[in-house]
């Protein structure tokens, strides 16, 4: 290893994982090519963030964990966002096996990226947001997500939706074009105006929140990136997949650089 990236490699980013239902046994998992791309293009080490019970949502332990790690990830999921568990993520004390409805809510989750959204931001941590990621900054914050994109409008449900017909891989292509706004957190990112990105979901935001600058745009209009307004550092939420194509894709490469990058600035302004 160079000594560059050994350097790099000494921030430790926090990633979000999700909580699995099989045979009534809870388990945590998350896809390995976001740990991947955070090892090879970003250059930092990792951690798997646990996903939270209604009664161990405490935000002293959570802050606890965040003031250990220089970074947080926060992932993509197929499962939508239960907005009330995010906003308040103690709230819902039902029974564990209603907690987690496979494939549509992931409330263990949603708490899990409301306490730690909340440490990061508190203590002004570098933050990418991945798709569910990206959403969830957004209903953190205040705002509102179309419930389905298809409803809103049947091209926009196709322009953004998987392609369940398609091998894996390939319905991680690049599947429009977005518009990048020349004068946000962004722009010296990726460097251009107009760039072409995969897309992989079926909600989007509605109201972006107060908090948030829209940084990128799809043809339809739909948010693709934001960033937290007065951020110390880089805090920023794209809708689409820069992990998966992230060794051949250049705007991937430069996003998950920069994100490294942040994490080894603020992890030596902890260490001094
Ligand atoms: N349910 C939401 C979130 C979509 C999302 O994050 N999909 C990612 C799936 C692939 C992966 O986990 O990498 C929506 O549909 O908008």
Same mark, same amino acid.
């Given at each position: ?72 990830? =926060?992932?993509?999921? #197929? ?6 568990? /995010? ?13 987690? #409805? ?32 990206? @959403? #969830? ?19 926009? *449900? ?12 390939? @319905? ?21 105006? #107009?760039? @072409? ?5 079926? @909600? ?17 209009? /739909? ?10 550092? =880089?805090?920023? *939420? ?16 430069? =996003? ?15 260490? *001094?």
């Amino acid at each position: 290893m160079r000594l560059q990236q050994l350097e790099r490699a000494q921030a430790v980013v926090a990633v979000t994982s999700n909580r699995l239902l099989v045979d009534d046994v809870h388990r945590d998992w998350l896809r390995r090519k976001y740990v991947q791309a955070l090892h090879h293009h970003a250059g930092v080490s990792c951690i798997i963030l646990p996903t939270i019970d209604a009664k161990d949502a405490s935000e002293e332990v959570a802050m606890a964990i965040m003031r250990r790690v220089d970074g947080l990830m =926060l992932t993509g999921d #197929e499962s939508n966002i239960d907005p009330t568990v /995010l906003t308040a993520p103690a709230s819902f004390t039902d029974a564990d096996e209603q907690d987690v #409805e496979p494939g549509i809510l992931d409330r263990p989750r949603d708490r899990l990226s409301a306490m730690s959204i909340q440490s990061a931001i508190a203590l002004g941590m570098p933050i990418l947001g991945i798709c569910r990621g990206l @959403q #969830e900054l957004n209903v953190y914050f205040g705002g509102t997500l179309r419930p389905s994109l298809a409803a809103w409008r049947p091209e926009s *449900g196709i322009m953004h939706a998987e392609k369940p017909d398609r091998p894996r891989d390939r @319905q991680y292509d690049a599947a429009h074009s977005v518009s990048v706004s020349s004068d946000g957190a962004l722009f010296p990112i990726a460097r251009t105006i #107009e760039a @072409q990105v995969n897309s992989l979901h079926n @909600q989007g935001i509605e109201a972006l929140a107060p908090a948030l600058r829209r940084e990128a745009w799809a043809p339809d209009g /739909l948010v693709e990136a934001v960033s937290v307004i007065g951020a110390p550092t =880089l805090q920023i *939420g794209v809708q689409w997949h820069p992990e998966w194509h992230v060794s051949t894709d250049l705007l991937s490469k430069q =996003l998950f650089k920069a994100f490294g990058e942040a994490c080894l600035g603020y992890c030596r302004t902890k260490t *001094g």
